[in-house]
């Protein structure tokens, strides 16, 4: 239980949930077609996507305790605050994807950051 991917799967269930709030045809076609229909309205969309973006943001949490940089943490909660308002409050589909584009950036330098940690310190040693 030591790598739970958490920031993966609220990356993923985040753009889920705003490829449903853009009304995005073949997700909302599937949707309907296993009886979940129910998930196109707002009120219910609105929640589903805070609750993936703190998702992935605790997931960075915890990778960042690994390798000490702030990087993806703070490109994810700047990406989570554009996506969500630009969604819900002033609905502007160029930064929504902006905001995508960022969430799926704070997952890739979070790989790479997990793949080269940062040298100690010349005092640690």
Do not use: Y
Not at 4 to 14: A, C, P
Not at 42 to 63: N, Q
Not at 77 to 106: C, D, E, H, Q
Request: glycine share 10%; aromatic share 10%.
């Amino acid at each position: 239980m030591k790598d739970l991917h958490l920031e993966k799967v609220g990356m993923i269930g985040s753009i889920f949930a705003v490829l449903c709030c853009l009304g995005f045809g073949p997700l909302l076609a599937v949707l309907s077609a296993v009886g979940a229909g129910f998930l196109v309205n707002d009120k219910v969309l609105a929640p589903l996507l805070l609750v993936f973006l703190l998702l992935g943001a605790g997931g960075l949490v915890l990778s960042f305790r690994r390798h000490h940089r702030w990087l993806a943490l703070i490109l994810h909660i700047a990406s989570g605050i554009v996506v969500f308002v630009f969604t819900f409050v002033a609905m502007n589909r160029a930064l929504i994807w902006v905001g995508i584009a960022g969430l799926i950036a704070a997952a890739v330098v979070d790989f790479f950051l997990r793949r080269h940690p940062q040298p100690s310190s010349p005092a640690a040693a």
